[in-house]
């Protein structure tokens, strides 16, 4: 038993939202494969323009233009229904063109579970859809939206056969299987789970739903993983919501967190962040600058990102990650249960991560971001990265403390005054500068000296990188715990004392202060700038 050698479907723009359902799906579990989509002209654009590019090798075949705007009714009045679906031998053919074998599956699929129980030695592989009888003599005994093939001359003899079907493109499916009763195989319950299988069977619905459990983190059907549900989950009739619902809890439960956000960027039609309405007048109140300021350029500069308000107090990517942007576990509270993953924008994920995992949840580092990125990114678009003499500072600090946690770490006995070329270290709320001058001070000097803030992470440092300016990391500073971490003596340069200070600098040449500086500029441009970050934010969640 192996995986298919390609996959393949057909879609019009009438279903391109369940289409991103079905690649972005496929992608987190057969990373990279083959993938042969005959689509129309307005399908292939969208799917061009998704962020993160999808994780497959897509090979288009736009043929379907005819039918573009037509739906089901609309094609059957005009008695093209059969010639549309038969489309699907057109891009079964295709695919065995370049491939070994190809696994044909409807658009309304989502994966669940690697596929890898296709025997091979066989020429094609059929799914029954396990119902009553007098179902399948209306509607035929397998299903049309999930096929396997190997040998070249199945679509033909299958287009041959539709002609006379008693249902369209399924019914036919059985003189194939007669014609192929020695060379082929049926897949087994636990793939092609759909609606029908609950409530056209010979059991009740509930018998069926009963056999739906969690085994190792994962959905299983009679003891099986699941590996992928047929299901239009747009639509609002009972069966299919009653269905659907079905298999969300489960997904839930298990904290499939990659499955629940492709499900929610097929239905919303966008990635959808949301961030908590204010102000407020409790521990929740936020200023709405750092990471909520990013999400407004984020969505900006990506079509396919909108922000929502939510009357929840966290930050979320759909219903099912949280965007953890609170500077401690102070905010830590009974909600981030309700979710599959908790994304640690500050803290260190083996201190504050570690305490979260204590209670069951899911964490991963996340990014970091500037106090305010409008200012950042404006200063970014709007001046050049400055080179080594073009800098007239050699090592600066700009900080203040205005809580007992800040002032630990920055009133100590450690004179770091001394050594640099500018320190400025205030106390209260007021600041010596305003942030265009405490950015521009960043920008034209070489090194910037990195101390812990009120969490162990620090807006100072992402804001260094994003001018090149190399930071100078102290050893309470966590900055290791970044989704993509930057790394010492490539970023930036490690001291934790002001004696050693002038000596490690003293060793550094220009020419590998000028690869530092270029490699941070490049790290933030990469995972926080908004017109690159989001796709490599996602990358990550969905194949890291």
């Known amino acids: 038993m192996v995986e298919p050698s390609s996959f393949c479907t057909m879609c019009t723009y009438t279903c391109y939202k369940e289409l991103i ?3 972005l799906s496929l992608s987190i579990h057969h990373p990279g494969a083959n993938f042969y989509c005959m689509v129309d ?74 596929i890898n129980d296709i025997d091979n030695t066989k020429d094609i592989g059929l799914s029954p859809h396990y119902i ?6 209306k509607f035929g005994y397998y299903n049309g939206g999930c096929m396997w093939v190997k040998n070249k001359n199945i679509p033909e003899l299958w287009k041959k056969y539709t002609e006379t079907s008693r249902f369209y493109d399924q019914a036919s499916l059985e003189d194939l299987a007669k014609d192929y009763k020695n060379s082929m195989f049926e897949f087994p319950k636990n793939y092609n789970f759909s609606w029908w299988r609950v409530f056209q069977s010979d059991l ?8 739906v459990n969690i085994q190792n983190n994962s959905i299983y059907y009679e003891n099986e993983p699941l590996k992928f549900v047929h299901t239009h989950f747009n639509h609002t009739d009972q069966p299919s919501v009653q269905f659907n619902n079905l298999i969300i809890n489960y997904l839930h439960k298990c904290k499939k967190y990659k499955e629940l956000i492709c499900l929610d960027r097929m239905l919303k039609d966008k990635w959808i962040i949301k961030i908590p309405k204010q102000p407020r007048n409790d521990i929740w109140n936020h200023d709405n600058t750092s990471f909520r300021e990013l999400a407004l350029l984020l969505q900006k500069n990506n079509p396919d990102v909108k922000i929502e308000l939510t009357d929840k107090v966290h930050c979320c990517l759909s219903e099912s990650i949280i965007l953890y942007d609170r500077p401690t576990s102070q905010w830590f509270n009974q909600d981030l249960k309700q979710y599959s993953l908790i994304l640690l924008g500050n803290g260190d994920i083996n201190i504050e991560g570690k305490e979260l995992q204590k209670h069951g949840l899911q964490v991963m580092s996340w990014i970091f971001w500037p106090r305010r990125p409008f200012i950042v990114e ?10 080594f003499e073009e800098r007239k500072t050699g090592s600066i600090f700009i900080g203040n403390f205005e809580n007992q946690v800040q002032e630990k770490y920055r009133q100590t006995n450690q004179d770091w005054e001394s050594v640099l070329d500018e320190y400025h270290c205030t106390a209260g709320t007021k600041h010596k500068f305003t942030q265009e001058e405490y950015l521009n001070k960043l920008h034209n000097s070489k ?33 290791d715990s970044y989704m993509d971490p930057p790394k010492e003596n ?25 690869i530092m500086s270029n490699n941070c500029y490049e790290w933030y441009q990469k995972n926080v700038y908004s017109k690159n970050s989001f ?10």
């Open 535 to 544: 796709k490599h934010f996602l990358a990550n969640i969905l194949y890291n």
């Open 132 to 137: 009553r009888k007098c179902d399948t003599d």
């Open 204 to 211: 009740s619905p509930q018998v069926i739903a009963s056999k």
């Open 21 to 23: 359902g079905l690649l």
């Open 447 to 479: 090194y910037g000296l990195c101390l812990r803030g009120y969490g162990s992470k620090c807006h100072r440092e992402v804001e260094l990188m994003a001018f090149g300016t190399v930071p100078i990391i102290t050893e309470a500073v966590s900055i």
């Open 378 to 387: 404006k200063l970014l678009d709007n001046n050049k990265i400055l080179n």
């Open 41 to 114: 002209t307005k399908t292939k654009e969208v799917i061009d323009k998704i962020t993160p590019k999808i994780n497959l090798n897509i090979i288009f075949n736009i043929a379907l233009d005819k039918y573009t705007g037509l739906n089901r009714q609309m094609m059957e009045q005009l008695n093209i229904w059969s010639e549309f679906q038969m489309k699907k031998a057109d891009t079964i053919s295709n695919a065995l063109k370049n491939e070994h074998d190809t696994l044909f599956l409807d658009t309304d699929i989502i994966i669940l579970d690697k």
């Open 490 to 514: 490539v970023h930036y340069i490690r001291c934790n004392n002001p004696e050693n200070l002038k000596t490690i600098l003293t060793n550094i040449s220009q020419e590998q202060w000028a």
